[in-house]
């Protein structure tokens, strides 16, 4: 069973960088576009960024552009998120997941989620 796996999570503080990884179980991430979400607390889970299967196609929310990079490493089936210039309101939980569509911006569109790495900026 493919199982996608974040890690990478922490405490910053505002101003700082991280980056996120999500490693694929099996050999799902050169087939699948693959994408972040993130939950903050009371709120609905929401779309950051996503991928192409082969890299080439990138989308991310209006919240992160320009801060956040989305690139994957079909070889190591590992897909990543760097996040620059953090602020307090990226504290969430962030989420990976895998999609058979194209370029999905939407939870419904993805087959695959992985259990989540919280980040939480401070002030």
């Known amino acids: 069973q493919v199982q996608l796996v974040e890690s990478g999570g922490g405490l910053v503080k505002a101003g700082d960088s991280l980056r996120l990884s999500c490693a694929a179980s099996g050999r799902i991430v050169s087939s699948y576009a693959m994408g972040w979400f993130r939950q903050a607390p009371g709120k609905e889970r929401e779309f950051v960024a996503t991928?192409?299967?082969?890299?080439?196609?990138?989308y991310y929310a209006d919240s992160v552009k320009g801060r956040f990079t989305i690139s994957r490493d079909n070889a190591k089936n590992t897909m990543y998120l760097q996040m620059n210039t953090l602020k307090p309101e990226d504290t969430a939980v962030y989420y990976c997941a895998a999609s058979r569509r194209v370029i999905p911006t939407r939870e419904r569109e993805y087959d695959l989620w992985g259990q989540g790495t919280q980040v939480t900026v401070s002030s």
């Open positions: 991928i192409s299967s082969n890299g080439g196609t990138t």
